[in-house]
Structure formats: structure tokens, C-alpha cells
T-cell receptor, first 112, second 112 residues
């Protein structure tokens, strides 16, 4: 069964410190992995996806198939990074059965 | 102005009544999704549809129904069989399977 696990409900980090939000997944095939972010009073939006290998707002995430992880990292936290972060997986057979599954989310709180 | 629109923003329902939440997109996306967002539970998939006139149950479909008669519309009906309907509901769409999902602003349903 497809499953996304985010072990931390809340992560508090001081401004300027490194950030790592953990995400582990369970999937038998080759999934697409995403990180979505929800800032206060804004829509949920895509932050980055593993296939693009981009750095967005200083964040990066590497897919580790051996450990089935897709942790989100940023070397120096900024106050505007405070938000709710969701790891997501898209998988299933191509076509009608494909779906997007989300983890429970981690609230990142950047301390001044 | 392209995007995905959910209406209404707030909805109140008496126990025992069915209620329909609207979701419309003008992005020409094939895939559409309904999620329920509860504190500490993340986003849980209710129903999804990859093509017109076809839809699949998600993880928590009981007590909900959907239709997909038009590509741009994916309404969700919360029936009286749903035991705990008070929640925040999010609709999303994507251009194809395994692509980025775009979210609406959500509908907060309260059963009174």
C-alpha cells in the first residue's frame, strides 16, 4: 500500500540554523515525490518535486530509494519559512488509478 | 484568470442533511481530487478522477459521493451517512497523472 510518513508534527528551529523535514514513503514501484507548502492564509502549493532536482527558496530534497526517504533540507532557516509542509507521493498504475497521497504534515516554526 | 475555485468558503449544515461542495477549474486539467484536511491528520483522499465520467474511491470515501460529468467540474456531496462531516475540504487538479497539483482555497463545512 502507498503510504507517506512525516514523523514530526512540529519542528522549531532558530533563524539561521539548518532545517531538515523528514519524509519516508512506502511504495512498490517508482513514485513521484513532492513537497507542498501551506503558508498562513494561503493555498497549498507545490514547493518542489524530485524529478526537477531544483532548489526552491533555498530548499532541496533528495530521493533516496534505498532508504525510501525524501527529506527536505535548507542550510539556513529564515523567518518566512514558517509554514506547514506536506510530503506527497504520486503513484499507482498510469491512468485512471493514479492518485496523490499526502503525509500528515510538519509545522515548521522558525524562532527569531 | 485561470485557476481552481471552490465554493462556498464556509458552509453550515444541519445534521441529517446532504450538502454539495463545488469545485471548478479552468486549467484544462484532466485529473481532479478531493481531500479532507483535519488537524493532525494531514490531507486524506476522498475521491479522485483522472477522466470525465470516471472516478475512484480514495482512502475515506464512505459517506461521500462525487460526479464528473464535465472536465472542469468535480462536485462533492457530503451525505448524511458521513458520521463526522465537520472539516476543511480541499479540491485539487493536475494536468495529468504524476504532475503538480493545484489547490483551491477550500471549503470549511460545519455541521450544526
Amino acid at each position: 500500500a502507498q503510504r507517506v510518513t512525516q514523523p514530526e508534527k512540529l519542528l522549531s528551529v532558530f533563524k539561521g540554523a539548518p532545517v531538515e523535514l523528514k519524509c519516508n514513503y512506502s511504495y512498490s514501484g517508482s513514485p513521484e515525490l513532492f513537497w507542498y507548502v501551506q503558508y498562513s492564509r494561503q493555498r497549498l502549493q507545490l514547493l518542489l518535486r524530485h524529478i526537477s532536482r531544483e532548489s526552491i527558496k533555498g530548499f532541496t530534497a533528495d530521493l533516496n530509494k534505498g532508504e525510501t526517504s525524501f527529506h527536505l533540507k535548507k542550510p539556513f532557516a529564515q523567518e518566512e519559512d514558517s509554514a506547514m509542509y506536506y510530503c506527497a507521493l504520486s503513484g499507482g498504475p498510469r491512468g485512471r488509478d493514479d492518485k496523490i497521497i499526502f503525509g500528515k504534515g510538519t509545522r515548521l516554526h522558525i524562532l527569531p | 484568470d485561470g485557476g481552481i475555485t471552490q465554493s462556498p468558503k464556509y458552509l453550515f449544515r444541519k445534521e441529517g442533511q446532504n450538502v454539495t461542495l463545488s469545485c471548478e477549474q479552468n486549467l484544462n486539467h484532466d485529473a481532479m481530487y478531493w481531500y479532507r484536511q483535519d488537524p493532525g491528520q494531514g490531507l486524506r483522499l476522498i475521491y479522485y478522477s483522472q477522466i470525465v465520467n470516471d472516478f475512484q474511491k480514495g482512502d475515506i470515501a464512505e459517506g461521500y459521493s462525487v460526479s464528473r460529468e464535465k472536465k472542469e467540474s468535480f462536485p462533492l456531496t457530503v451525505t448524511s451517512a458521513q458520521k463526522n462531516p465537520t472539516a476543511f475540504y480541499l479540491c485539487a487538479s493536475s494536468i495529468q497523472d504524476r504532475a503538480e497539483a493545484f489547490f483551491g482555497q477550500g471549503t470549511r463545512l460545519t455541521v450544526v
